[in-house]
């Protein structure tokens, strides 16, 4: 057993290329402003496509704007030898920080480079998915939706951004057919796997002083609008008894969902309520409408239709107690993904073989993976970031933690590309011998 050393990782290498990349749509206070499919995000994505070529990979932009770079491997053409993808996304929030998405794209960028020390057999292409941020348009991981069939070109045009510039439209202006990916999706289809790394955005990992988070299920996001109505009305002539206060029966509802999500902690669901909107509201006067933002996920479907159902219940509790008119609508309800033990088993392997300490987890936060799961087996890892901060500027992640994921990332690539199927059906065959034979 030995690590991957920091010379076959070509850490000067990576540093410059990660910086390189970074720097582009920095805003004066050190956020990243790189929306999907503006100017900087355009940049970005040319400057790695530049990168790329010079490194003597092929390049290609899909229909949805998602970027292709492809290494063959010397077994390109043999059908037993399917290619293995690699990916993440480069677009971020406003204000957002330097590695959420950049730092899954270059690990496996600067991976597939490092293949060049190493036998490659079998091709590898990574995909730098288009809009995983919903900042834009209210609507996240476009790219993968659309290769995963779960978006069409005619849904798109719905989400529009601040100026009125919907999805649709800003894929068509950068020379993209959102419905045409036939051939990608097909590739995909056909892969061996894939595999995405990211920052875990939380503070398990830090936790539990551990390096590599192997992501075993994606939790789904089921979301509601709750109307609370009650009655407007004056503040100083209105008594107590006689109010319909929409805000304070609002409140009830927020600690019922925090309430639900510890009661269901164990089974890992978590609740919140993220907004709150008091219509007309004004110091002088009792609530009459408010409108409240819920997001409840799990990784098992039953419980969260549990904890929906519960919170049903308390809602018309609620309801009746105060005399107000609630009604919840459905935003979204997603379902949660559970990813590929075999590939999982993949990355454990590699744990192992470079000293990783490794858990395994669920991902809170959506991400491209749960798309690429619906068309091939798909895994996932973490490395963590410093305090589990993200989606803010203050984001960091350590070198110690960089070097960790490149290390899995570059020595399960390297295994994966030299995985040949008849070897591995006779080991797996002389494993199955060697049990029959301890049991006779
Ligand atoms: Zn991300």
Redo the contacts with the bound molecule.
Sequence with gaps: MRRLSLQQLNWEQFQADFNALAAIGQNETGGMERLAYTEADQQAHKLLADMAVEAGFEVKWDGAGNLWITRRGTEDENPEFPPMIVG??MDTVPDGGKY??LLGVMTAFHAMRQLDLFPQRRTVTLIVFRC??SSRFNCATIGSKLLAEQLTGEMLKRYVDKDGISAYDAIRELGGSPDNLYLERKYIKEAFGFIEM?IE?GPVLLERNTEIGLVSHIAAPHRFRITVEGAAAHSGACPMNARQDALAGAAEIILAVERLGKEYAEQRIVATVGKCDVLNGAMNVVPGHVELYVDIRGIDREVITEVVTKLHQELSLIASRRNLRIDPAILSQETPVKLNDEMSELLVEQCLKNMLTFLHMVSG?G?DTMYMAKLTRAAMFFVPCEKGISHNKAEAVTDDAVQNGLRLMLATLVRICNWDPETEREKAEMDRMLLDEAYN
Excluded: I, R, V
């Design positions: 993440s996304h959420d998405g995983e941020e990211h955005q936060a991400h």
